[in-house]
Each structure stands twice: as structure tokens, then as C-alpha cells.
């Protein structure tokens, strides 16, 4: 076999261990390559830098526990930023596991706020079942739709954040992070322009060109984009994590991958393949 | 009535979300919003119901020896594990709870997202060939976005980044748009069908 039959026909084998070289490569020795940030996300940061002090903002997650590297560090930043600027958040979500990654992010971010208490600037309300239906109950009244309890099981009536949140569109803005359906989508249709509700999404890579339409249309006021917006974020409010770390790796992966892209075509050219019809 | 029984409480329930966005602030408005808290007791019980499917598919799986029943136990272990440990504790919110999803749900999700990664490299790197125009462009297109996203992109030329915001922006918009439009005709049709009780699989093969 010569060596651009090989380069055309190499073994996947190959291509994963090489993959999880460059990973851990970078992930190990990270290189601090430049991080820019996107329109999109520093119009995320700003509809959140420009609520007034004492705002409710509503976080919809979305997503289940696979999306968390892209989706988790969005949220914690979303939260350091919000409660720095004693912005209060209530989060839910029609995804199953909202309640519990609504959790995770409130034990990270708590604990650098000890002024900041449940209840007062931060409800977890967590996931309710139904789906998109969820959020024109919520709409209509928020206590009965959520049955009264937080995901703690605290009667509601006992959160004095909750007291000045009886509907959805007592919300100063929404977030909404998504991996999928209900998502973004049914937050714009069922609430946010029937309402007039300043939206923003963080979305994982795959769920961004579906989501690209409604930021251009003016109907989603910013987007953060995977793990390169969350990224972006975390240089933002000053605090890089775990996304700006996976950014190097992710770079190395995608060079990667173009590497193998462009060798297998060599070799296809080189082999005349590329005369013959598909 | 075990075939007309679902339609007739289909078509009530949809004429009233629907008649209801055409008066704002009447008597349809409460009755939507009673519907809509139904259809929400509904979803609750339709958990039970799936979660009670799921668990009898893989136990007959489990009684009828099948050749991956491994997978069917582990599925039943994890299942009846959480809601075990779950139960007692009152709330999904419980610190211990909480640890056991932390350092288990979380960790295992990721790793089987993460593992795409592989796939995808494989896929593209066998799918990604200059067979034809058609496929040169969507090469093209893949190879700009994946720089485009990451900051080496930038490192080799600042018009990568722009040309990926490009892409995303605008063909990829213009195609979004013409499938959501698409997909939103299809719903309406499907919708209309489902109402007049002229498409009926949601009802189990009933009638």
C-alpha cells in the first residue's frame, strides 16, 4: 500500500489516539492561546451589566447533565456577574435535570457571595414536567404552575424572592441555556415577544446555527456559543475556569481534525479518485 | 367513546388555546389557563407512565435472558439506585443527593458527550472528500467554521473569524429560516389533522 493509499484509508484507531494525545496535551500544558470576544457574547454580558440593581432575571436550563462543560461555566459566570451587581435569579427549567445543575452552580458561586442568601437573591425552583406548556403557566401564575414548592420543597410563600415573582413577566430578562427541544424557541414564541422580555440563550456548538436566525432577527438580544463563548465570558467578568482551560484543547482538536481532513483529500487526489464521479 | 372519548377532549382543549389568543383578558383566557394547568398534571403523570414502561421493557428483557441484558440491569440498578436514595431524602436539592449526582450523573454524561468528538473526527475526516462541487463547498464551509470558533483560527488570519461569522450569518441563516418555515407549515397541517381527529397515532393505534 503506498503511502497516500495509507493517508486516504488510516485507521481510526489512529486518528482517536492521536486525538486524545492532543487533548490531554493540552488540557495538561495549556499554551494560553488569545482569547477574542464575540459580538454576541459581549452582548450577553451587557444585557445583564445594564438591569438595574434588585432585577429578577429567570434562568432556563435547558440541558441535561452531558452539555455541562459547555453549558455549566455560562451559568456560573452569568451568576457571578448578576450577584456582583445584586441582580437576583430565580432558575428552572422543562429539562429533567435542571433542578440539580441549577444546584451545581449555586454551590459554586455561593460561597464567593456570603452575603448573597437563598431565597433572597437566588431560587432554585427546578424542573417541572409538561414542556413547552410550562411556560405559558408560568406566565398565567407562577406559583400555581410550579405547585407551590421550590426544589428544596419549600413552600414558595416562605421565599421572600418569590413574593415579587407571581409570573414569568415579572422578569427583568431571561436566559435561556440550551441543548435542544423545548429551548430557545418556545421561550420567544410563548413568552418573550408576546411580552416584550429581553432574551439572551448560551447554546451548545451544535444548537447554534439553529439559533443564529433568531439573533439576527433581533429576537434574541445575545447568544454565548459553546464552550468558545463561555470562554469568552470568563475572560469578561475576570474570572477564567474551566472553559477558557478546554478552549486550548479544543483549538488542538480542530487543527487536528483539519489535518486528517486535508490528508485524506491529498491522498485522494494523489490516488486520481477525485475524477471519478460520486 | 374509547376512540372518540380523546378526540372530543383533544379538539375542546386545542380550540381553547387557540380561540383564547384571539380575546384577550375574557372568560377563554381562564379557561386556557386552566387547560394549560391540566396539560401540565398530564406531563407529571405521563413521567410515571414512561418511567413505568421503561422498567418493564428491561425487566422482561431480564426475565427472557436476552443476549444484552447486562445493559438492562445496569439501566435498572442506576434507576431504582437514585430513586431509592432519592425518595428518603425529600428533594433532588438534598446535599447528599446532590453529591451522588455530582460525582456520578455529571462526570458520566459529560464523558459520553465528550466522546463524539471521536466519532465526529472519524466521520469527517472519511466524509469530507472532493468527490464533487457540492461537497468541495461543504469542506470549505466545515474547515473555516472549525478555525473560525477557535482562537487559532484567529492566530492565522483575522479574516477566518469573520468569514465563519459570515457563514453563520447568512447562508446558514437563509437555510434555517427556509426549514423552520417549513417545519412550522408541517406542525400547523399536523396540528389541524390532530384536532379534527384525522391523524390518531398519538392514540396508541386506537381507532
Known amino acids: 500500500m503506498s503511502f497516500w493509499e495509507k493517508m486516504e484509508r488510516l485507521d481510526r484507531r489512529v486518528i482517536y489516539v492521536l486525538l486524545i494525545a492532543a487533548v490531554a496535551f493540552a488540557l495538561i500544558k495549556p499554551v494560553g492561546l488569545a482569547i477574542t470576544i464575540s459580538k454576541e457574547t459581549q452582548a450577553t454580558y451587557d444585557l445583564f451589566d445594564g438591569l438595574p440593581p434588585g432585577s429578577i432575571v429567570w434562568i432556563g436550563c435547558e440541558y441535561g447533565a452531558s452539555n455541562i462543560t459547555e453549558l455549566q461555566p455560562i451559568l456560573t459566570c452569568v451568576l457571578r456577574q448578576g450577584l456582583a451587581k445584586d441582580l437576583r435569579f430565580i432558575t428552572g427549567g422543562m429539562w429533567a435535570q435542571a433542578g440539580n445543575l441549577a444546584e451545581s452552580a449555586w454551590e459554586d458561586v455561593s460561597a464567593d457571595f456570603p452575603d448573597k442568601q437563598y431565597g433572597i437573591d437566588f431560587v432554585n425552583v427546578g424542573y417541572r414536567p ?149 | ?87 428518603p431524602k425529600g428533594s433532588s436539592s438534598h446535599p447528599q443527593f446532590q453529591w451522588v449526582f455530582k460525582t456520578s450523573l455529571e462526570p458520566m454524561s459529560a464523558t459520553m458527550f465528550a466522546l463524539l468528538v471521536f466519532y465526529i473526527a472519524s466521520a469527517a475526516y472519511r466524509a469530507f472528500r472532493v468527490k464533487t462541487p457540492e461537497a468541495t463547498v461543504l469542506l470549505l464551509a466545515a474547515v473555516i467554521l472549525m478555525l473560525g470558533k477557535v482562537s487559532v483560527g484567529r492566530m492565522i488570519s483575522e479574516w477566518i473569524p469573520q468569514a465563519s461569522s459570515w457563514l453563520l450569518d447568512y447562508p446558514n441563516t437563509a437555510g434555517m429560516r427556509g426549514i423552520t418555515i417549513g417545519a412550522a407549515l408541517g406542525a400547523v397541517a399536523t396540528a389541524f389533522r390532530v384536532l379534527i381527529g384525522i391523524e390518531r397515532g398519538h392514540l396508541g393505534g386506537i381507532g
Open chain 2, 1 to 87: 367513546m374509547r376512540r372518540n372519548g380523546p378526540i372530543i377532549v383533544g379538539l375542546i382543549s386545542g380550540l381553547v388555546v387557540i380561540v383564547a389568543n384571539f380575546f384577550v383578558g375574557t372568560v377563554m383566557q381562564t379557561l386556557r389557563n386552566e387547560v394549560t394547568q391540566w396539560q401540565l398534571i398530564a406531563g407529571a403523570f405521563a413521567v410515571l407512565v414512561g418511567s413505568i414502561n421503561l422498567c418493564r421493557i428491561h425487566m422482561t428483557k431480564i426475565s427472557r435472558k436476552k443476549e444484552d441484558r447486562f445493559f438492562s440491569w445496569v439501566l435498572l440498578v442506576g434507576f431504582f439506585g437514585f430513586l431509592l436514595f432519592g425518595l
Open chain 1, 130 to 278: 409538561g414542556g413547552e406548556r410550562l411556560l405559558p403557566a408560568l406566565v398565567a401564575d407562577a406559583h400555581e404552575a410550579l405547585m407551590g414548592r421550590d426544589n428544596r420543597g419549600t413552600s414558595l410563600d416562605d421565599l421572600p424572592l418569590m413574593q415579587e415573582f407571581k409570573s414569568l413577566t415579572d422578569a427583568a430578562a431571561i436566559l435561556v441555556l440550551v441543548s435542544g427541544t423545548p429551548g430557545e424557541k418556545e421561550y420567544i414564541r410563548l413568552v418573550t415577544d408576546q411580552h416584550g422580555i429581553p432574551i439572551v440563550a448560551g447554546a451548545v456548538s451544535v444548537s447554534v446555527p439553529e439559533a443564529m436566525p433568531l439573533l439576527n432577527s433581533g429576537q434574541l438580544k445575545g447568544l454565548v456559543m459553546g464552550m468558545a463563548g463561555a470562554a469568552e465570558y470568563e475572560v469578561l467578568i475576570g474570572k477564567p475556569g474551566s472553559a477558557v482551560a478546554g478552549m486550548d484543547a479544543q483549538s488542538f482538536a480542530h487543527v487536528l481534525i483539519i489535518l486528517f481532513i486535508v490528508l485524506g483529500n491529498l491522498g485522494h487526489i494523489a490516488l486520481g479518485k477525485h475524477k471519478k464521479k460520486a
